[in-house]
Protein backbone atom coordinates (compact mmCIF):
# COMPACT_ATOMS: atom_id res chain seq x y z
CA UNK A 1 0.00 0.00 0.00
CA UNK A 2 1.18 3.58 -0.58
CA UNK A 3 2.10 5.87 1.91
CA UNK A 4 1.09 9.23 1.82
CA UNK A 5 2.33 11.78 4.15
CA UNK A 6 1.50 15.55 3.74
CA UNK A 7 3.47 18.48 5.86
CA UNK A 8 3.72 22.38 5.35
CA UNK A 9 0.35 23.31 7.19
CA UNK A 10 -0.22 25.46 9.93
CA UNK A 11 -1.90 29.25 10.99
CA UNK A 12 -1.91 31.75 8.95
CA UNK A 13 -3.35 34.98 8.61
CA UNK A 14 -5.82 35.98 5.97
CA UNK A 15 -3.51 36.78 2.98
CA UNK A 16 -0.90 34.83 3.87
CA UNK A 17 0.91 31.92 2.07
CA UNK A 18 1.62 28.41 3.21
CA UNK A 19 3.30 25.20 1.23
CA UNK A 20 1.91 22.14 1.25
CA UNK A 21 4.69 19.06 0.38
CA UNK A 22 3.13 15.40 -0.03
CA UNK A 23 5.89 12.63 -0.67
CA UNK A 24 4.34 8.91 -1.85
CA UNK A 25 5.91 5.58 -1.12
CA UNK A 26 5.66 4.25 -4.76
CA UNK A 27 8.36 3.40 -7.25
CA UNK A 28 5.95 4.50 -9.88
CA UNK A 29 5.30 8.15 -8.29
CA UNK A 30 5.85 9.51 -11.98
CA UNK A 31 2.91 7.70 -13.85
CA UNK A 32 0.26 8.80 -11.39
CA UNK A 33 -2.21 12.24 -11.74
CA UNK A 34 -1.79 13.55 -8.60
CA UNK A 35 -4.02 15.91 -6.49
CA UNK A 36 -4.36 18.16 -3.76
CA UNK A 37 -8.04 17.51 -1.95
CA UNK A 38 -9.52 19.73 0.80
CA UNK A 39 -12.22 18.86 3.41
CA UNK A 40 -13.32 21.58 5.79
CA UNK A 41 -15.39 21.10 8.84
CA UNK A 42 -18.89 19.42 7.91
CA UNK A 43 -18.05 18.96 4.16
CA UNK A 44 -17.16 16.63 1.88
CA UNK A 45 -13.44 16.10 0.73
CA UNK A 46 -13.22 17.64 -2.77
CA UNK A 47 -10.29 18.19 -5.45
CA UNK A 48 -8.94 21.52 -5.87
CA UNK A 49 -5.79 20.78 -7.79
CA UNK A 50 -4.31 18.04 -9.74
CA UNK A 51 -1.46 17.40 -12.22
CA UNK A 52 -0.75 14.91 -15.05
CA UNK A 53 2.28 12.98 -15.36
CA UNK A 54 2.81 14.99 -18.67
CA UNK A 55 1.85 18.34 -16.73
CA UNK A 56 -1.24 19.59 -17.33
CA UNK A 57 -3.07 21.40 -14.64
CA UNK A 58 -6.12 21.88 -13.49
CA UNK A 59 -7.73 23.88 -10.62
CA UNK A 60 -11.09 24.04 -9.02
CA UNK A 61 -12.13 27.82 -9.36
CA UNK A 62 -11.95 28.35 -5.83
CA UNK A 63 -8.41 28.31 -6.12
CA UNK A 64 -7.80 29.08 -9.20
CA UNK A 65 -5.21 32.38 -9.16
CA UNK A 66 -3.81 31.71 -5.60
CA UNK A 67 -3.60 27.97 -5.66
CA UNK A 68 0.12 26.24 -7.70
CA UNK A 69 0.42 22.86 -7.79
CA UNK A 70 3.52 21.35 -8.98
CA UNK A 71 5.75 18.12 -8.64
CA UNK A 72 9.21 16.94 -8.45
CA UNK A 73 8.95 13.09 -9.81
CA UNK A 74 13.05 12.42 -8.59
CA UNK A 75 11.42 12.94 -4.64
CA UNK A 76 8.24 11.54 -5.23
CA UNK A 77 6.63 14.78 -4.10
CA UNK A 78 3.80 16.83 -5.04
CA UNK A 79 3.67 20.46 -3.82
CA UNK A 80 0.78 22.91 -3.49
CA UNK A 81 1.72 26.69 -3.17
CA UNK A 82 -1.09 28.57 -1.38
CA UNK A 83 -1.12 32.31 -1.75
CA UNK A 84 -3.52 35.13 -0.80
CA UNK A 85 -5.16 32.76 1.59
CA UNK A 86 -8.78 33.42 2.53
CA UNK A 87 -11.03 32.36 6.23
CA UNK A 88 -12.97 29.99 3.17
CA UNK A 89 -9.46 28.02 2.56
CA UNK A 90 -9.34 26.33 5.89
CA UNK A 91 -9.63 22.75 6.04
CA UNK A 92 -7.60 19.63 6.61
CA UNK A 93 -5.57 18.90 2.90
CA UNK A 94 -4.75 15.91 1.65
CA UNK A 95 -2.90 14.69 -1.53
CA UNK A 96 -3.74 11.18 -3.24
CA UNK A 97 -3.77 10.57 -6.93
CA UNK A 98 -6.78 11.65 -8.98
CA UNK A 99 -8.73 9.76 -8.96
CA UNK A 100 -7.52 8.68 -5.48
CA UNK A 101 -6.93 5.43 -3.90
CA UNK A 102 -8.63 3.83 -1.55
CA UNK A 103 -6.23 4.70 1.43
CA UNK A 104 -5.63 8.43 2.29
CA UNK A 105 -2.72 10.08 4.43
CA UNK A 106 -3.15 11.69 7.77
CA UNK A 107 -3.72 15.13 6.07
CA UNK A 108 -2.04 18.26 7.30
CA UNK A 109 -4.37 21.19 8.58
CA UNK A 110 -4.35 24.10 7.38
CA UNK A 111 -5.98 27.28 9.16
CA UNK A 112 -6.93 31.32 8.37
CA UNK A 113 -7.39 33.34 10.89
CA UNK A 114 -6.63 36.50 12.06
Known amino acids: QVQLVESGGGLVQPGGSLRLSCTAS????????WGWYLQAPGKQRELVASITRGDRINYADSVKGRFTISRDNAKNTVYLQMNSLKSEDTAVYYC????????WGQGTQVTVSS
Open 96 to 103: NAAPPFSF
Open 26 to 33: TTIFSIYT
